[in-house]
């Protein structure tokens, strides 16, 4: 959706989503636990509250944030322009899809309110996987309305990712509901085998 987060229209949204979606992120850097010197991906990082979350987390770490949108790519540079400034946040504006990551290059990855957009999600599991050292963590928060628009309900969707993750090499830790959105968010942790 180009419109909704490019141009006038994604800077409204990426205020929006910056207020809005702050707990989801806290909860997932909270759930991913990284090292202080871990390499961490960004996975559709919106207007980089996230990113800052990373970065506070990671004193002696680096971060690679990926996001289609020009417009969050601009925000989150904005919010993190000291990090970027120093080298120890890289942000891309690409899908996980055509982003060219390194092999065994992440200690983990997070996603939030971005993963039911990965489809399909075996091909997204593999790029992932590729990019994930051995034993790095994945962690998803998706709202719930987020992904009944792409399943029958929000439990078939976390079904369906659940599933993806465990034939592709994945070992689930969580998959059911997380803490943000007064519990109506959608929780997936898993880590590469």
Known sequence: MPGLFDGIGGALVGRLMARLNAPAEVEAVDRLGPAPDARVLAIGFGPGVGIACLVERLPAGFVVGIDPSVA?????????????????VVLRAATLALAELDPASFDGAVAVNTWQLCVPFEDHVAILRTALKPGGRFVSLTHDW???????????????VRVAFEAGGFTILHCGRGRSEKGRSLLVTADRN
Not at 77 to 82: F, G, K, M, T, V
Not at 83 to 88: M, S
Not at 146 to 160: D, M, N
């Open 72 to 88: 969050m790519v601009a925000q989150a540079a904005r919010r993190n322009r000291a990090a970027v400034a120093a080298g120890r």
């Open 146 to 160: 987020a992904a009944a628009t792409h399943a029958p309900s929000p439990e078939a969707w976390l079904e369906a």
